[in-house]
């Protein structure tokens, strides 16, 4: 199991689930950030400090976002597990569902 940054996240970015992290897991996507499900330890330390409230336990992702799972899993297709996010910085791609995406209102 893994926690999951959904839709409320892209073009927003605020990173302090980055900060959060203890094992470096979440990577920098051109428009969102994504947690390696493989990396990830399920600390939940991430979820509460995300100011826009997109990260969510994989079996509590709202229906309505439920195909950010897989954005969050198929991200990692080709670059398997790296071993650490912050060597990396922004990788400057995104998974195709999110790359569609119009810009995000950010209010």
Known sequence: MTYIIAQPCVDVKDKACVE??????????????????DECVDCGA???????EAIYYEDDVPEEWAE???ANVDFFDEIGSPGGAAKF???????????????????
Not at 21 to 26: A, G, Q, S
Not at 91 to 106: E, F, K, S, T, Y
């Open 46 to 52: 991430c979820e509460p400090v995300c100011p826009v």
């Open 68 to 70: 950010y799972y897989k």
């Open 89 to 107: 910085g922004n990788m400057g791609i995104d998974h195709p569902i999110i790359a569609v995406l119009p810009p995000q209102n950010q209010d």
């Open 20 to 37: 959060e992290c203890p094992v470096d897991c979440i990577y920098e996507g051109e428009r969102a950030l994504y947690i390696h499900p």
